[in-house]
């Protein structure tokens, strides 16, 4: 067995350091009078860290498990449960279709910028053309991170780079109530994604990459690319139990494959080709499937104009929002295509030399 290599995690917060993190969250003097009670939370949270109650509720697994006597998480069994009953649904023939519309930019009107996206609009544009057709749009609006409270998309924890059957699907990271990670909105993404037939990802270039909000799904999406849907094989987070099963052999299950896909990428500047690519590799890296050239879009709107009237500008690029109609189109016909069986992954029994 391969050796595990560690250090690197620094010691513990004392309790010190854990009293002035705490306080962070109460700084505005309307808390002042609330102190002696402020202090009471601070010992039951300081307890639930020092005891590592990161699933204060836990029940056994059950049948259906390698280990059916382990203490597992019941938020995860839920969340297990649900993703389950939308695989059923998106399986059901008599189902109505279903298109996820990711709207990937971190600028809303309801916080600092004052203003929508254009991200925002082109999603509305796909989101017309998709409910015309009579397929349903469901829209995740990945600003929401920056502008609600308790509205938020923890990172990923790269478990998967010590063994990958340790990246259990649906992910078994969060929520952590020890360390206070209790808002973690991927239970009900990863839902959202199973329950439909296909995804656009619409996305400004943000520094040649995406936006911070669409990056924390896509790293949190590795679970549904390989990720151990038996999180009781590891029993929980055992580095050297997962080691020793991918050791063994890992069949690499991908738990969104076989749905369509679509991109829009825009920016004002650069980047905007090595981003889109970047998309739809990772898209086809999961077993989607491309829904033609049509349905993969970069472009610039108000190309190294000034930021103040770029919505003006998307106003005036009649070509770009028949180009996002396009893409919204050729993502329907894609949908129809597979759901009718005339329309299939080429490579989708081909065995890898080297799965991962």
């Known amino acids: ?48 860290l020092q005891e590592g109650r990161k699933a204060p509720f836990t029940r056994p697994a059950g049948r259906g498990f390698a280990d059916p006597t382990y203490q597992i998480s019941v938020e995860w069994l839920d969340t297990r449960k649900r993703l389950r009953l939308a695989q059923k649904r998106w399986q059901d023939a008599d189902t109505a279709s279903r298109v ?93 994604w199973v329950a439909a037939h296909a995804v656009i990802i619409l996305a400004p270039t943000y520094w040649y990459q995406s936006p911070g909000p669409l990056k924390l799904m896509m790293d949190r999406m590795v679970c549904a ?38 991109v829009v990428v825009h920016g004002d500047v650069a980047g905007v080709e090595d981003h889109r690519r970047n998309l739809c590799d990772w898209l086809e890296w999961m077993g989607m499937v491309d829904a033609g050239a049509a349905a993969k879009l970069d472009r610039y709107i108000g190309y190294y104009g000034p930021y103040f009237d770029s919505h003006d500008a998307l106003d005036k690029d009649k070509a770009v929002q028949e180009e996002v109609r396009n893409v919204a189109r050729s993502v ?22 080297r799965p991962k």
């Not at 259990?168 to 239970?187: F, S």
């Open 1 to 48: 067995m391969t050796k595990i290599r560690t250090g690197q995690a620094p010691p513990p917060l004392t309790r010190a350091q854990f009293h002035e993190r705490y306080q962070l969250r109460f700084y505005d003097p309307a808390y002042a009078g609330e102190q002696e009670a402020i202090a009471r939370l601070e010992d039951i949270a300081w307890q639930a």
């Open 100 to 192: 996820l519309l990711v709207c990937g930019s971190a600028r809303n009107d309801g916080t600092c910028p004052g203003e929508v996206s254009k991200t925002w609009r082109l999603t509305g544009i796909a989101q017309q053309v998709i409910t015309a057709s009579g397929v349903e749009a469901d829209v995740l609006d990945l600003s929401l991170v920056t502008s609600e409270f308790g509205r938020t998309i923890q990172p990923c924890k790269g478990c998967v780079a010590s063994a990958m059957p340790l990246c259990h699907w649906p992910c078994t990271c969060y929520p952590n109530h020890a360390l206070g990670q209790a808002d973690d909105w991927m239970a009900e993404i990863y839902e959202r």
């Open 225 to 262: 690319d390989g990720g151990n849907p038996d999180p009781t094989t590891t029993h929980g987070k055992r580095v050297v139990e997962a080691k020793r099963i991918e050791k063994m052999g890992w069949d690499y299950p991908k738990h969104v494959a076989g749905r369509a896909f679509g």
């Open 332 to 353: 329907v016909a894609a949908v129809k295509e597979l759901r009718a069986g005339r329309l299939s992954q080429p490579d989708q029994r081909i065995q890898s030399p």
